[in-house]
């Protein structure tokens, strides 16, 4: 079996603590398995600029473009609130993004049956909630020019960001979501502004369009991003696929992740299209939790989204189905025995740290 | 006493039902007060568009310019969806709110006591919500330039939209906010994406140090945007005045509203800058809901939040405070007496049509 090589970046606050798990993961897994996983680690976020100025080196770069993945931490905190734009911790977030070409984001937002009644919505809203975001995460106004800061003299300054999408980007991001509703419920909910914004106006045209030429067997629904919201909110399950752009993205996948009862059990995958040779994709994966400062380096931090992460690389980059239906399996069962970190805690559970709840995973799988 | 002269905008779907109400209220308050209110009524969105091809006629704008308020029902519906972007119903409300340069958008977000149970949120996390989104509504990608569909050729297209602010248009909502937050329980909480977005780190800055120079008394937070739409679904208790852009506010406010249990309760105010000799503010009420063109001539939509519309006009344009404070209270107590249009009906309660719940607010008032 060929070597899999997979790039660590744990990053910064709770990413390292998150990723620990998965490295015994991958330990036990070749040991046992013989899974064949080879990892190497690098330096990204605020870390990476401490150790040299960049929020990620053009070494670690290289390594994250020759890697058959790269699983990513988190990056960020108060440290670094003030250093340059350019070299602010997410910067290296977005450099993978945009030179990896990972323009294909899904979020999962998943209901845990264990965890439903610590949703912050009603149990009979969110309970068996299985919904997929897919996220257009190379485009957008995350990374459109002009991208600028003018001083426009007398006290006065002008901040610019530009939205734009080009047919091809809307293509391949809804081409995307249409296959992936054929393996679920076959219904895909695309969301945008046209209403107020010309990208959304061409982004419902291609969208329509694609779904016409090529996926009519998929129901397709378009809803305006506002709407979707609060619809997100009323009544989650209404959804099956949700497709929108990267910044509609950011705030709906969010909100979706909350619906769940914890953002520290979400998972995300972010890929590129495949080689035309090789059919590989290059692949990121990365929990949708942030790197909560607040509880770094107190050992209490959940590490299931990172691990879910793991099995989503499991599942997409490796074809290891049965590993990632494993893995899930083991998650969810931990979860049913009553084991709980502090995020998700709730009376009557079991209180456990980062490595006790990694170690039962593992354990299970 | 002067007349007080209103411009009334019904528009489109239950735009013209939710405006009934009110106009009986106006004749009410007439007779029985002698309010010397004055009104006149125009055409907005797709009735517009039938009737003179355009969203708003020139002579409409003109009245709404001079009028010392404009109460606003809702445009838009599929009829519309079809017609070129610059006529298209929305293009009606987004000029009246440029061109009266209606830059501060108040969105209340209260919890009627009696509807507590009916939000798909937990009781707990709802009951007793009272925020207030600040949106600035002038600005950001609504109107930058370039907004524009570019035929790139070989069947590729460019959609781009513009993302800008300028120093002064956020100290001027961001003044409105922290002045809205002294009325309140004195915390401003701003939101943005500033890790991705120049406009974004402009805002932050501009937020920071209008609060140091002006109103340090006020406390202030900053949340990144995506955060503070996870927030506001996991405990929006947190919250009193968030100030936010366009975009966001268009997301966050629809969010916020959802989680009250109806979006057919709440109402909005749009105002201008104080004129410098009359301190007059230029203003347009309407209600957060749109048109709902599916139950659009049922006599059955919910007249609620047009009517608190008309309440914050009130309040804000004639500075009745009292019978604005009247206006609200006759609305929670025909709530609390069980009287419920279809939208938030739930067993036990009287259900009621749209102009019945409007006489029996009226009755109370
Ligand atoms: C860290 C930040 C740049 C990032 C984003 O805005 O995309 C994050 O919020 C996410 O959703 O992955
Ligand atoms: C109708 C539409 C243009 C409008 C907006 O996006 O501002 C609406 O959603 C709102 O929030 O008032």
Redesign the pocket.
């Known amino acids: 079996m060929a070597t899999k090589h997979l790039f660590l970046l744990p990053g910064d606050g709770i990413g390292p603590e998150a990723m620990a798990a998965v490295k015994k993961l991958i330990s036990a897994m070749n040991e046992k398995l013989g899974s064949g996983f080879a990892t190497d680690e690098g330096l990204v976020g605020g870390c990476a600029y401490d150790a040299h100025g960049a929020a990620i080196s053009d070494a670690d770069m290289a390594k994250a473009m020759a890697a058959d993945a790269v699983l990513f931490g988190a990056?960020?905190g108060p440290k670094w609130d003030a250093v340059p734009y350019e070299v602010r911790p997410?910067a290296g977030?977005?450099r993978l993004r945009k030179d990896m070409e990972l323009f294909a984001n899904l979020r999962p937002a998943i209901c845990y049956p264990a965890l439903a009644a610590s949703s912050s919505l009603k149990q009979e809203v969110v309970e068996g909630l299985d919904i997929l975001i897919v996220r257009e995460l190379t485009g957008g106004v995350y990374f459109g020019e002009p991208k600028q800061i003018i001083d426009l003299g007398n006290g006065q300054k002008r901040g610019i960001d530009t939205q734009v999408y080009d047919t091809f980007e809307i293509e391949r991001i809804s081409g995307v979501a249409f296959e992936l509703a054929r393996t679920r419920r076959n219904h895909v909910t695309s969301m945008e502004k046209r209403n107020v914004m010309k990208s959304g106006v061409l982004w419902n045209e291609v969208v329509t369009q694609t779904h016409k030429a090529r996926y009519s067997d998929v129901k397709l629904d378009h809803m305006l991003a506002d709407a979707g919201g609060m619809q997100l909110v009323r009544w989650p399950k209404q959804f099956d696929v949700i497709v929108t752009d990267n910044l509609f993205g950011?705030m709906l996948s969010?909100i979706a992740a909350m619906l769940t009862g914890s953002i520290g059990m979400l998972p995300s995958a972010s890929l590129g299209a495949p080689d035309v040779k090789t059919k590989k994709r290059k692949a990121l994966y990365e929990p949708v939790h942030g790197s909560a400062p607040d509880i770094a380096g107190k050992g209490i931090a959940n590490p299931i989204a990172m691990i879910a992460s793991f099995a989503m690389c499991l599942r997409y980059s490796f074809g290891m189905v049965d590993e990632a239906d494993r893995l899930e399996g083991a998650i969810a069962a931990v979860l049913d025995q009553g084991l709980r970190t502090k995020d998700i805690f709730s009376p009557g559970m079991t209180e456990v740290g980062t490595v006790e709840m990694g170690d039962a995973i593992i354990a299970r799988f």
Do not use: H, K, N, P
Request: glycine residues 14%; proline residues 0%.
């Open positions: 990056v960020g997410e977030l977005l950011d969010d």
